[in-house]
């Protein structure tokens, strides 16, 4: 089994930052991909940056140049560094990781999500 464990969330002004980080615990061989997802009110959960092993990147149109991603692979911990953020940010954010078990075989886990809350 493995855990992800998400830290700072919180309330912000637009134009703000704010720094989320989630760390990866358990049974764990190897991480593919990590990266954050976000699920806006009355919205879907959507995509909003990925990095891989390899610290290859990809990020929602709607936070490139404010948001940027990484990850520190010796503590299995992604990060996702959020600048001028904007109302819109408003939402409760997810970790997600692409892991490879003892076991070899490849799960996908979801951390317990953390509240952003950007006001006007």
């Known amino acids: 089994q493995v855990q992800l464990v998400e830290s700072g969330g919180g309330l912000v002004q637009a134009g703000g930052s704010l720094r989320l980080s989630c760390a990866a615990s358990g049974s764990i061989f190897s991480i593919n991909a990590m990266g954050w997802y976000r699920q806006r009110p009355g919205k879907q959960r959507e995509l909003v940056a990925t990095?891989?092993?390899?610290?290859?990147?990809n990020y929602a149109d709607s936070v490139k140049g404010r948001f940027t991603v990484s990850r520190d692979n010796a503590k299995n911990t992604v990060y996702l560094q959020m600048n001028s953020l904007k109302p819109e940010d408003t939402a409760v954010y997810y970790c997600?990781?692409?892991?490879?078990?003892?076991?070899?075989?490849?799960?996908?886990?979801w951390g317990q999500g953390t509240q952003v809350t950007v006001s006007s």
């Open positions: 997600h990781a692409d892991v490879t078990a003892l076991s070899q075989i490849r799960y996908n886990y």
């Open positions: 990095v891989t092993s390899g610290a290859s990147t």
